[in-house]
């Protein structure tokens, strides 16, 4: 019953922007803490940002910080991902993760969305 809609992929060019949302449902999204993590072609998965349940607290992977800023809606049941100067290191499938208490997104076995296409490229 879980599910996770991730979206706003795309084809983007060195230094573009680009906005993931994540539609959820089937938990209680509100108190849920959130991720980002991703998928690099050839390489495994690699946590990028967590938010706490009511957005106050955030957390960057080095490689993005300053870059990206991860947000939510809780009336919306959405996460997002604003993803900013974009480098071809970005290029990846973008997935959004959850859990009840804050975790290690890399050790979830919870429910997996479709991710969403991120390609940076001239």
């Known amino acids: 019953q879980v599910q996770l809609v991730e979206s706003g992929g795309a084809l983007v060019q060195p230094g573009g922007s680009l906005r993931l949302s994540c539609i959820a449902s089937?938990?209680?999204?509100?108190?849920?803490?959130m991720y980002w993590v991703r998928q690099a072609p050839g390489e495994g998965i690699e946590w990028v940002s967590t938010?706490?349940?009511?957005?106050?607290?955030?957390d960057y992977t080095d490689s993005v910080k300053g870059r990206f800023t991860i947000s939510r809606d809780n009336a919306k049941n959405m996460l997002y991902l604003q993803m900013n100067t974009l480098k071809s290191e970005d290029t990846a499938v973008y997935y959004c993760?959850?859990?009840?208490?804050?975790?290690?997104?890399?050790?979830?076995?919870?429910?997996w969305g479709q991710g969403t296409q991120v390609t940076v490229s001239s």
């Open positions: 993760r959850y859990s009840s208490v804050r975790a290690d997104p890399l050790k979830l076995q919870n429910h």
């Open positions: 089937g938990f209680d999204f509100s108190t849920a803490w």
């Open positions: 938010v706490s349940p009511g957005g106050r607290i955030t």
